[in-house]
């Protein structure tokens, strides 16, 4: 076996293997080059079949650099993208997404080195929004990272590998004190068609025909049970804050951009009461909060600046919001039948990035029919 790509063209490595499925499965998990689960062996083939897919709809080349991925600095180019998606199990049809999710998280304002090389259990979150999430089969309702859905297990597999073999070094990634417990198909689209509001990327001033792609450095989510007992949106908006502040959430130091997923449900309870998206981050933003004076001392440490100044020494009555302004939080609708929601609170220093899926010109990819 040929892995992954020819050197005269690329520079990328080539290694001779027995051609065995489980003599190359061993000789990746040996080297470090996997995420613990059977890959599907990064072929010349495979990889062409991949990279010839993205020149013909986005224009990029193998050799193409996407981004530097922290904390080695490794160049993700096209190639070694879809070596990574290869061993994932994608199709070519799902690089444009995997394209963009490994732009965003190259990202500066993403800071892919702390949520690579922290203890925080953090892992990049992509939400898809736009026609390429349907183009995909991507899930965005019931069981939303379910076990049947090819491309919502995949993809978030294929950018976790990227990040291992691209941006990772042995040793010095995945250090996280227990680890992401849905990091591998960590992968969601928006359900736009059961969402009252506009959706997240046009909230973020994208065309609602087009399709984008935005990354939270998101902790594992906390399930909020509301098991139906909220009868109207002022119940529902008491459980969803009572249900978010605590002093373990360290989004309440004033500089995160916690996630709010709403089942379809709850997102039609409160429209239907007459609340919009706004009216909800404002509503949890100001209810959602811990007394000051709760807090052990030693946990101001991690505190911004901003609201130490505000509040300490002050007002020891003050309540600590979850976030610096209602703006920061972010509400996206997905999920099927039910009344549960989901809270994520994310990691400080890193900031949501949202990338439209683009071709190497700049115009809008659109996917095909």
């Known amino acids: 076996m040929n ?38 062996p990064p072929t010349e083939t495979r990889v062409a079949l991949m990279t010839a897919y993205v020149e013909r709809e986005l224009g990029f080349k193998a050799h193409d650099v996407i981004g530097t991925l922290a904390p080695k600095h490794g160049q993700a180019t096209v190639e070694k993208i879809a070596a990574n998606a290869v061993m994932a ?18 990202a500066p304002k993403f800071n892919l080195d702390a949520v690579q090389t ?7 979150l992509p939400i898809v929004n736009g026609p390429a999430a349907k183009a995909i089969d991507l899930n965005c309702g019931y069981n939303h990272t379910g076990s049947r859905w090819h491309a919502t297990s995949t993809i978030g597999r294929a950018l976790q590998l990227c990040m291992i073999n691209i941006g990772g070094t042995p040793g010095s990634i995945n250090i996280h004190t227990q680890g992401h417990i849905a990091r591998f198909e960590h992968c969601i689209a928006e359900n736009e ?12 001033g994208f065309a609602a025909d087009s399709s984008t792609v935005t990354l939270i450095p998101a902790c594992p989510a906390a399930m909020i049970d509301d098991n139906g007992g909220s009868q109207t949106a002022q119940d529902l908006l008491r459980t969803l804050a009572g249900s978010i502040a605590y002093i373990g959430n360290r989004n309440t130091n004033g500089e995160g951009q916690p996630l709010l997923i709403l089942c ?21 933003w100001e209810f959602a909060r811990i007394p000051f ?12 600046k901003k609201l130490l100044e505000q509040f300490d020494g002050k007002n ?10 209602p703006e920061d939080i972010v509400i996206v609708v997905m999920g099927g039948t039910g009344t549960h929601s989901l809270s994520v609170q994310t990691r400080l220093a890193s900031e949501n990035v949202t990338v439209p899926i683009l071709r190497k010109d700049g115009t809008a990819w659109q996917p095909s029919t």
């Open 118 to 124: 922290s203890t925080h259990n953090t892992s990049p």
């Open 316 to 325: 020891p009555g003050y309540d600590v919001p979850i976030a610096g302004k």
């Open 3 to 40: 892995a992954p790509l020819n050197t005269a063209v690329t520079n990328a490595p080539v290694f001779e293997l027995e051609d065995s499925w489980e003599a190359i499965n061993d000789w990746f998990l040996g080297n470090d080059l996997t995420d613990g689960l059977p890959i599907v």
């Open 193 to 204: 068609a059961e969402n009252p509001w506009q959706p997240l990327h046009v909230d973020r």
């Open 293 to 304: 004076q709760s807090i052990p001392r030693g946990n101001l440490t991690s505190f911004s």
């Open 89 to 106: 199990g994608c199709k070519p049809e799902y690089m444009p997404v995997i394209i963009a999710c490994v732009k965003g998280v190259a």
């Open 264 to 284: 379809p449900q709850h997102a039609r309870l409160l429209a239907n009461g007459g609340y919009s998206k706004l009216d909800v981050k404002r509503h949890i």
